[in-house]
């Protein structure tokens, strides 16, 4: 089964740190670009990175310089390093797989995991 | 940055009957847009990509249309399983940027 497993979340105060991971299972982690988009409660959807086969990664400006994605393909493994945390992070954040040869959009997601920042 | 606006926020529809859901961008996107449905408690699943084809698995009922900046999510005889909110998806200027609408909210009238 095609299946993507975060984790990683929790309660952390303003200003800190969190490394959010996934773990990938049923198809060639290595072939597939990988992304995390996170969800406010009760709001919608933002994608805040991307990294590609080649480890070439991508970010929205509202996350640049905070925000760290990378993989281990030998570990099946997919990471985001979340740093400088402010309120307006605090989401559920899920990683989400596309093919790596164009983009037939994001067909395998997660089940997320909950980040929330507060004092 | 590219903006992607749908409408209605909510739409209200009884079920066996068509529902209609707009997505509008703020420029062109050619045909590079998905659309996602997402229940409560769940993650989004993908429904379409490139405008207009079906993910795998998904029902000939749900149908993508347009291109440029309007496009369309029809569905065409509603089921009670198809109540929940739609997003759609530009993936224009791919793997660097990718932005989604707001939501749609479809709900039983």
């Known amino acids: 089964e095609v299946q993507l497993v975060e984790s990683g979340g929790g309660l952390v105060q303003p200003g800190g740190s969190l490394r959010l991971s996934c773990a990938a299972s049923?198809?060639?982690?290595?072939?597939?670009?990988m992304h995390w988009v996170r969800q406010t409660t009760g709001k919608g959807l933002e994608w805040v990175s991307s990294?590609?086969?080649?480890?070439?990664?991508h970010y929205p400006d509202s996350v640049k310089g905070r925000f760290t994605i990378s993989r281990e393909n030998a570990k099946d493994s997919l990471y985001l390093q979340v740093n400088n945390l402010r309120a307006g992070d605090s989401a559920i954040y899920y990683c989400?797989?596309?093919?790596?040869?164009?983009?037939?959009?994001?067909?395998?997601w997660g089940q997320g995991t909950t980040v929330t920042v507060s004092s | 940055e590219i903006v992607m606006t749908q409408s209605p926020a909510t739409l209200s529809v009884s079920p066996g009957e068509r529902a209609t859901l707009s997505c509008r961008a703020s420029?062109?996107?050619?045909?590079?847009l998905a659309w996602y449905q997402q229940k409560p408690g769940q993650a989004p699943r993908l429904l379409i990509f490139?405008?207009?084809t079906r993910a795998t698995g998904i029902p000939a009922r749900f149908s993508g249309s347009g291109s440029g900046t309007e496009f369309t999510l029809t569905i065409s005889s509603l089921q009670s399983e198809d109540f929940a909110v739609y997003y759609c998806?530009?993936?224009?200027?791919?793997?660097?940027?990718?932005?989604f609408g707001q939501g749609t909210k479809l709900e039983i009238k």
């Open positions: 989400a797989r596309s093919a790596s040869y164009s983009y037939y959009g994001l067909d395998v």
């Open positions: 049923g198809f060639t982690f290595s072939t597939y670009d």
């Open positions: 990294i590609g086969t080649n480890a070439d990664t």
């Open positions: 420029q062109s996107v050619s045909s590079n």
């Open positions: 490139g405008a207009s």
């Open positions: 998806q530009q993936y224009n200027n791919w793997p660097s940027m990718y932005t």
